[in-house]
Each structure stands twice: as C-alpha cells, then as structure tokens.
C-alpha cells in the first residue's frame, strides 16, 4: 500500500542533544510538509518542500532544519532541542499543483520526549 | 488570516445516534477542505476532502457538506459506533497555496 512511514515512532532526547526524525513516502508525492503538534492542540505548520523548493512559516524557530535529499525522503533536525519542543511530529504529503486533489496524507507521527 | 474553529471541543452521544461535527471558517477564498479522524497519540487519517466547487462528499456512513459562502462545514457519521470515538479535525486549504489551515478539533466519545 502507498503510505507515508515516520521513524521512529517514538524519539527520547536529553536537552540540547541534536535529534533527526525521518519521514519517507511511497505515494510518489511532490509536497512534504512537517507539522508539530502539541497536546489538545491543532497541527502547526513548521515548513514544506514543494519539489526541491523549501518553504519556512514565518514563526517557525531556527532552532528546526530539515532537508529532503529526494522525493521519497524527509528529515526534520532539531539542533538543539528544548523542554517546549516536546510534541508529536507529523509529516504529510500531497500532490501539488492546482490540477490534482491536493489531499494531504498523514503518517502516523513521532512522539518527542525531552528530558 | 484564515481562522478555523470547530465547536464544541468535546462531545459524547450514546451508540446508534447521529454525529454532527461543525467547522466554520473565516475567509471563504477556498481552494478545498479536509475532514480528518486522529486516535490519541497517532497521525491523522484523511476522512473526506470537499472541493471548493462542491457541495457535499460520502463515503460510507460519513457525509460531508460544505457552505463557502457562510464559512461552514459539516460532517455528520450515520448510527455512531464506539469505535467512532476519536478527534475530528477540520481543515482548509486557502486558494493559491498549498498550507492547511486546521481547527483545534472535536473530541468524540461514543457511549455504548
């Protein structure tokens, strides 16, 4: 089945020790964006690559990094991660361009820990 | 800015009853919107994805409509199940890019 795979599913790291998380997909997709989610709160949009084009939010801390070394692969890095970077990850992918549906398919996210 | 708000936060309803989950948004220059489910502590799972230019989408016991020029959405799940119980989050994509902007969610238990 095509899908969006996130690894690890679960990520424990000490305050201010680097950490990569890694999204791959097999959907073919053009668009991959990365979200970070706090609990009872909604997805916040950190950036997205629409092909090799790398797309930042305004607000979102130089303290998170990512790259895309070709489709199917994603890392976000956090160089130096804090008490508040604790959240659950999500990465999500869609077909860009005005012609196709541009659904947004989730994976199944990675909890951070910082301790 | 867009601004998405779904209410209430949380709801329950006894099995069998209908659900009806309400999204509304403030700019109406929409390209489309998305309904989707998360269980606690997963990813988010795509229900149904309404067009701008349409007026409802089905799948299944889940009905979607969609009222862009009063900012509303419903989605409404037939004889609600236990294994309904999960949030409901409602997003739209803004015409002329490619950024969701998401409600906080309507958290559902379904009693049995």
């Known amino acids: 089945d095509a899908m969006v795979i996130q690894n690890p599913r679960y990520q424990v790291t000490q305050f201010g020790k680097p950490v990569t998380l890694s999204c791959s997909q097999t959907l073919n997709h053009n668009v991959m964006y990365w979200y970070q989610q706090k609990s009872s709160q909604a997805p916040k949009l950190l950036f997205h690559y629409y092909d090799k084009d790398f797309n930042n939010e305004a607000d979102t801390p130089d303290n998170f990094q990512s790259r895309r070394p070709n489709t199917s692969f994603c890392f976000l890095d956090i160089r130096s991660p804090g008490l508040g970077d604790a959240a659950m990850y999500l990465c999500?992918?869609?077909?860009?361009?005005?012609?196709?549906?541009?659904?947004?398919?989730f994976g199944p996210g990675t909890r951070l820990t910082v301790l | 800015k867009q601004e998405v708000t779904q209410i209430p936060a949380a709801l329950s309803v006894p099995e069998g009853e209908n659900l009806v989950l309400n999204c509304s948004f403030t700019?109406?220059?929409?390209?489309?919107l998305q309904w989707f489910r998360q269980d606690p502590g997963k990813g988010l799972t795509s229900l149904l994805l309404?067009?701008?230019?349409?007026r409802e989408q089905t799948s299944g016991r889940l009905n979607a409509s969609l009222d862009k020029s009063s900012g509303r959405s419903t989605l409404y799940i037939a004889a609600s199940q236990p294994g309904d119980s999960a949030t409901y989050l409602c997003a739209v994509r803004p015409d002329g890019n490619n950024r969701l902007a998401f409600g906080k969610g309507n958290q559902v238990v379904v009693i049995p």
């Open positions: 999500a992918t869609s077909r860009g361009g005005l012609a196709g549906l541009n659904e947004q398919f």
């Open positions: 700019d109406s220059a929409i390209y489309n």
């Open positions: 309404i067009q701008s230019s349409q």
